[in-house]
């Protein structure tokens, strides 16, 4: 009697841990492939989910990296379980066309306050009047900022298929720019070196970028580079957007989030992983701070991974607010 007890008191104990395992790692057993872009600054954000996801218990693979419509198209079909770098609204006609809220699953943002536009350098600037794109139809003012001897101004522009180029490219249509200025287009990361290359030399600079990016590090606005104001509103898909700020000002777009996207059907299968992306937040500072460290050299993966587990461990009542929260949706 008392060998039957023994046993059943082991198998009761043995039992009780099985589940108490299962309740902490609700993703035990469950394979994870992240999709990445191609922009090297954007791993940061993927590495953070990634890292959280493997201690819920899933087996997270190695990112995947693609060029932003494939992730899209990727996620939607089941072969990606998640991106982290879903823009909107610039993104918005990549989420809708690769099947929108029908295939994905995007609750919660995961960044805030991502801006973009047009800049130039401060000492151009306050030297010539410019504030406003629109004075650069003036070929005497856009050829201060030729760079090839061809008398038009050279923007530092956007990488085809990244979705900016094509706002930008709509836009120097509806200013009547497209017979001043030049849309250089390429490899963003090559050509906005190139350009700061140029101002560091003293040269003027004429550039699109975004926050958050290491650039804006770099070429701090306010201090060595200023924000144009466009003359009116101006997208391609919808011409009744305001990209009119509350302060009144307009650079011609839109401030963006970001959010993370999963494929749909994962998503409801995996409650833990779905709460957890609804949850996470990350400052767009932090995302400058650890940008600013690849610009200096830290750009290995390992050094991203380094950055995203000092992340964790500077936030970890946070980061375990969020995993209970995720344990706790993962329950029946």
């Known amino acids: 009697m008392k060998k039957i007890t023994a046993s059943l008191l082991l198998g009761s104990l043995l039992l009780a841990g099985h589940a108490l395992a299962d309740e902490t790692l609700p993703g035990a057993g469950v394979k994870v492939q992240p999709i990445q872009s191609s922009l090297p600054e954007e791993s940061f954000q993927t590495q953070l989910v990634s890292k959280l996801l493997t201690r819920l218990g899933y087996e997270v693979a190695e990112a995947k990296e693609v060029d932003y419509n494939v992730g899209y198209t990727t996620v939607a079909a089941?072969?990606?379980?998640f991106l982290a770098y879903n823009w909107s609204p610039l993104h918005d006609d990549k989420y809708e066309k690769a099947g929108g809220d029908r295939r994905f699953y995007r609750q919660g943002t995961y960044v805030s306050g991502a801006a973009q536009g047009y800049l130039i350098d401060k000492r151009t600037a306050e030297r010539y009047g410019i504030h406003n794109l629109a004075q650069l139809k003036d070929p005497k003012i856009a050829a201060l900022f030729d760079s090839d001897g061809d008398g038009l101004a050279d923007l530092a522009g956007c990488n085809p298929g990244w979705g900016c180029e094509r706002m930008i490219n709509h836009q120097l249509d509806a200013f009547g720019l497209t017979q001043t200025v030049h849309h250089n287009q390429g490899n963003y990361a090559a050509i906005i070196a190139d350009t700061l290359t140029r101002y560091r030399s003293g040269k003027p600079v004429l550039y699109y970028?975004?926050?958050?990016?290491?650039?804006?590090a770099e070429m701090v606005p306010g201090r060595d580079v200023v924000w144009l104001e466009v003359p009116f509103s101006a997208q391609p898909d919808d011409p009744a957007i305001d990209t009119r700020l509350p302060n009144g000002k307009n650079y011609g777009f839109q401030v963006n989030q970001m959010h993370i996207v999963a494929n749909k059907a994962f998503a409801k299968a995996n409650p833990a992983a779905a709460a957890l992306f609804a949850q996470m937040q990350l400052p767009l500072a932090d995302i400058n701070a650890q940008?600013?460290?690849?610009?200096?050299?830290?750009?290995?993966?390992?050094?991203v991974a380094r950055h995203a587990d000092a992340?964790?461990?500077?936030?970890?009542?946070l980061v375990e607010q969020w995993l209970s929260r995720a344990r706790d949706a993962a329950r029946p």
């Open 78 to 81: 089941g072969d990606g379980s």
């Open 209 to 216: 970028t975004w926050t958050p990016y290491w650039v804006s």
């Open 291 to 303: 940008n600013a460290l690849m610009r200096q050299g830290q750009s290995a993966p390992a050094d």
């Open 311 to 317: 992340w964790l461990a500077a936030h970890q009542a």
